[in-house]
C-alpha cells in the first residue's frame, strides 16, 4: 500500500506540533516524558523533529497531560494557518 504524500501544509503543522511538544518538556529528557506517557523515546524524538508529522491520535493523547498540555490548546495551536 503506497501512502499519500504529505501536502507542504501538513508538514508545516507537524512541526508546529513538535515544537510545541518540545518548549512543553523544557528541560526533562526525551526519556522520562516518553516514559511517563508509556510511548518510546524514539518516537517522541521523531514527532519533536518533525521525522513523524502525523502521529496516531493516541499518542499525542498520551503525551499531552504528561507535558501539561490540552488536547484543545494542541489543536488550536497546530492547526493549519489561514492563509
Known sequence: MVRTPLT????ERGE?????LREARGG???TE???AAGVSAETLR???TGRAPTPAFFTVAALAPVLG????E??????????
Open 8 to 11: 507542504p501544509e501538513e508538514r
Open 46 to 48: 521523531k514527532i519533536e
Open 69 to 72: 498540555l490540552s488536547m484543545d
Open 74 to 83: 494542541l489543536v488550536t495551536r497546530c492547526a493549519l494557518v489561514a492563509a
Open 16 to 20: 508546529r506540533l513538535g515544537q510545541l
Open 28 to 30: 526533562r529528557s526525551m
Open 33 to 35: 516524558i516518553a516514559a
